[in-house]
């Protein structure tokens, strides 16, 4: 065979090798069979479209038109109330500005005037998140939101998608845009209860729609998108920036679609809507639980819209007897001894508080306000006052809990000695603070018990240096306080200068009360709707945040402020432990405290018409309001009325600190900081007979009643150490502590 018979033969050997056919499971793959196979599969995905094109007719409006009412009852099971009622008002499209409706456009739809009704793409970005539990996600057309508002419902299945995607197909083909619109303008849900921009108009600028400006209808159209978190009265901080954001791209998009002249929009700022106000039948106290329940709820990942739509039968945890009970303290201690037409001072101060049973977190009474429909801010949820001087338990907790030194390597607890002089600097910290004491007052040489009793700033300043500010700050969070975001970590922090609301303190003390295991305060006890469940599974539950030790010895502590201390006017029969706090400029007062079986924080505010932070001064009493005045007598009053006979009989179970307590200082002569009003026989006063009975480990046991020796404001079983001048022949170290 030639050369070239031969190259011939190979080239025939290739192309038989080239023809020979794939084996194994490459032969399912050839690019022809994947080919076929997804054409094969477009046409069976459009096939079935078809049929579903077909089969789903465009049904009946619902228009809301079955919406229920909620019904919300007493831990009992009486009913307290009944919500639901639709506030919406129809307006036509003419009666709508032309720059009004673009802002709708604008902000959802920009395609809307050209589009078919269906945006697929966002339609198919929507299925895949609601398949993979994503939630609500992807870009539906303004058509699309009118159908799910007017034709279905707030279902996030794939099935109610899909009816979505063919209806609005079918609704863009039989109707102008202008009605498309129109309908989804008056459907939406805008927050405030507020069905339609008629009735959202009215609720954010006490206007008629017709008489909406362009720079109002682009807040309005921001608004859909989350109108809870946007609701400029409640927002957060990042919920205001979100929805100015928000804002700005809707006019940006107008002004690109020729719809806003730039020169205008220019001009346009931001229209801070008006406070709401409660809707008729949230009266007295009834608003307040309501929207605290409601609150909840949305936790615990229950929509605001679906709360709205109705059908909730929801249970709180408020006992009705107790509920009545806070009021009436309230009434009697307070509201009394106001004339709040009169008197303009008078008129600022406003009351919040909440009651927490220590072992489930329920909140069993809360008072938010002299009444929903007078004050709609809820003053025992607020955080926008600082807690005070309440916060001190927290630091003496944290230096407890990670065995804080004072800068002389001494290990911190109720027997150690700082310097309780006024104005003293703290030693150990790269920020500067020298605190004064309540009337500028010098205690000298006092033990951490006898500056918890007298609340004595500059001991609890050098205290937070001693554990650092950091730890105690991780501590308050884990406590249950909340929100750390500028929340700066100085020596100030120790006097309380973050946010806190009534209902985060009664949290932490009912933690600490709980021998450190975490309480989380929680109002709803079940919430059942035709269709589903809440879960509120876990809601309380918590593990130990801070060692049982630490807390019981800081409960500890707080006996001596009811005792003999800054708290004495909260002293009655049964054992109770508590802290009194007063803001800079005197704008709140607290008091906070617990028996083994309730823990209630009450605070007074002072907040002018405007909404502005003002001095409680001169107010409730004449000079300085004290958290041990008003707000102590307060919880008593509650106290005494809220705890049967076996509650108001229990006694705390501690187990403190190895050497915490000490024999009372037989020759007393210091008065506590934060006296509160009071008369000459209530000054309080300690019993140089009385001798500490407590060990670490011991059960209280009730001192019994007709015990000679005790006057009734003596706690019945614990008797915290006291210190009014601490050992004259030690000496002091640079820290401030007091050496032997």
Same mark, same amino acid.
């Given at each position: 065979m030639g050369r070239a018979e031969a190259r011939q033969a190979r080239q025939r050997g290739a192309r038989r090798a080239k023809k020979a056919k794939p084996t194994g499971i490459r032969r399912f793959f050839t690019w022809k069979k994947l080919l076929g196979t997804f054409f094969g599969l477009c046409l069976l995905v459009m096939s079935a479209f078809f049929v579903i094109y077909l089969l789903v007719p465009v049904p009946e409006a619902n228009a809301q038109a079955e919406m229920q009412s909620n019904v919300y009852k007493y831990s009992d099971g009486k009913i307290l109330t009944r919500t639901g009622k639709i506030n919406r008002e129809i307006v036509g499209l003419e009666k709508i500005p032309k720059e009004v409706q673009f802002t709708f456009v604008a902000a959802e739809n920009k395609t809307f005037f050209k589009d078919s009704g269906v945006d697929f793409k966002g339609t198919a970005r929507g299925l895949m998140n609601t398949l993979t539990g994503k939630g609500k996600q992807g870009g539906s057309t303004i058509t699309q939101q009118y159908v799910k508002n007017y034709y279905?419902?707030?279902?996030?299945?794939?099935?109610?998608?899909?009816?979505?995607?063919?209806?609005?197909?079918?609704? !863009?083909?039989?109707?102008?845009?202008?009605?498309?619109?129109?309908?989804? @303008? =008056?459907?939406?849900?805008?927050?405030?209860?507020?069905?339609?921009?008629?009735?959202?108009?009215?609720?954010?600028?006490?206007?008629?729609?017709?008489?909406? =400006?362009?720079?109002?209808?682009?807040?309005?159209?921001?608004?859909?998108?989350?109108?809870?978190?946007?609701?400029?009265?409640?927002?957060?901080?990042?919920?205001?920036?979100l929805v100015e954001e928000r804002w700005n791209y809707v006019l940006d998009n107008m002004v690109?679609?020729?719809?806003?002249?730039?020169?205008?929009?220019?001009?346009?700022?931001?229209?801070?809507?008006?406070?709401?106000?409660?809707?008729?039948?949230?009266?007295?106290?009834?608003?307040?639980?309501? !929207?605290a329940a409601n609150a909840e709820l949305e936790r615990h990942h229950v929509s605001e819209e679906e709360i709205k739509a109705g059908g909730w039968t929801i249970t709180l945890n408020i006992?009705?007897?107790?509920?009545?009970?806070?009021?009436?303290?309230?009434?009697?201690?307070?509201?009394?001894?106001?004339?709040?037409?009169?008197?303009?001072?008078?008129?600022?101060v406003q009351a919040g508080a909440t009651s927490v049973d220590p072992k489930t977190g329920h909140v069993v009474a809360l008072y938010g306000g002299a009444g929903a429909t007078e004050h709609w801010l809820s003053n025992a949820t607020r955080r926008d006052y600082q807690p005070a001087s309440t916060f001190k338990p927290v630091v003496l907790a944290s230096a407890l809990e990670n065995g804080?030194?004072?800068?002389?390597?001494?290990?911190?607890?109720?027997?150690?000695?700082? !310097?309780?002089t006024s104005k003293r600097p703290v030693v150990g910290s790269d920020v500067p603070f020298a605190p004064e004491n309540e009337d500028d007052k010098d205690y000298g040489p006092v033990s951490v018990q006898r500056a918890t009793n007298s609340s004595i700033n500059s001991v609890f300043a050098q205290? @937070?240096?001693?554990?650092?500010?950091?730890?105690?700050?991780?501590?308050?969070?884990?406590?249950?306080?909340?929100?750390?975001?500028?929340?700066?970590?100085?020596?100030?922090?120790?006097?309380?200068?973050?946010?806190?609301?009534?209902?985060?303190?009664?949290?932490?003390?009912?933690?600490?009360?709980?021998?450190?295991?975490?309480?989380?305060?929680?109002?709803?006890?079940s919430a059942e709707h035709q269709v589903r469940e809440a879960d509120l599974k876990d809601q309380t539950a918590g593990g130990q945040v801070i060692s049982r030790e630490a807390a019981d010895t800081t409960t500890a502590a707080m006996t001596g402020v009811v005792k003999s201390g800054s708290g004495v006017n909260a002293a009655g029969d049964y054992e109770a432990a508590g802290k009194t706090g007063t803001s800079e400029n005197n704008r709140s007062a607290w008091f906070v405290g617990y028996t083994p079986e309730l823990v209630t924080a009450v605070a007074l505010f002072g907040e002018d018409p405007k909404g502005g932070q003002v001095t409680l001064s001169n107010t409730v009493n004449e000079g300085r309001a004290n958290g041990g005045g008003v707000p102590a007598k307060i919880w008593k009053q509650y106290t005494t009325g809220a705890l049967d006979d076996?509650?108001?009989?229990?006694?705390?179970?501690?187990? @403190?600190?190895?050497?915490?307590?000490?024999?009372?200082?037989?020759?007393?002569?210091?008065?506590?900081?934060?006296?509160?009003s009071q008369t000459p026989s209530e000054t309080p006063t300690e019993d140089p007979t009385q001798t500490p009975t407590r060990t670490p480990t011991q059960t209280p046991t009730r001192t019994p009643s007709d015990d000679p020796t005790l006057t009734p404001s003596d706690p019945p079983s614990f008797t915290p150490p006291t210190d009014p001048g601490g050992d004259p022949g030690g000496t002091q170290g640079a820290d401030g502590r007091v050496k032997p």
């Open positions: 279905l419902n707030q279902d996030q299945t794939v099935t109610r998608k899909l009816k979505e995607l063919v209806i609005s197909l079918k609704v !863009d083909q039989k109707k102008e845009k202008r009605e498309i619109l129109a309908g989804y @303008i =008056n459907t939406s849900y805008y927050g405030r209860s507020a069905y339609g921009i008629q009735a959202a108009a009215q609720a954010y600028y006490r206007k008629d729609a017709k008489d909406l =400006n362009v720079a109002e209808g682009a807040y309005l159209a921001a608004l859909l998108q989350a109108p809870s978190q946007y609701d400029w009265a409640v927002a957060s901080d990042t919920g205001k920036k690109e679609e020729g719809w806003l002249d730039p020169g205008k929009r220019t001009g346009l700022k931001f229209p801070v809507p008006k406070d709401p106000r409660a809707a008729p039948g949230m009266e007295h106290q009834t608003g307040y639980l309501v !929207d006992d009705e007897k107790r509920q009545n009970a806070l009021v009436k303290a309230v009434d009697k201690q307070l509201e009394e001894k106001l004339d709040r037409k009169k008197d303009k001072a008078q008129a600022t804080a030194e004072t800068q002389d390597g001494a290990k911190i607890g109720l027997n150690t000695k700082y !310097d309780g205290m @937070i240096v001693d554990v650092t500010p950091a730890k105690a700050k991780k501590t308050a969070l884990d406590l249950g306080m909340k929100d750390g975001k500028g929340w700066p970590e100085q020596p100030a922090m120790s006097l309380g200068t973050m946010g806190a609301s009534t209902w985060d303190m009664a949290g932490v003390y009912a933690t600490f009360d709980n021998h450190g295991k975490k309480v989380t305060p929680t109002i709803v006890k076996e509650a108001a009989a229990a006694e705390f179970d501690l187990e @403190i600190e190895e050497g915490a307590t000490v024999e009372p200082d037989p020759t007393p002569t210091e008065t506590p900081s934060e006296t509160p």
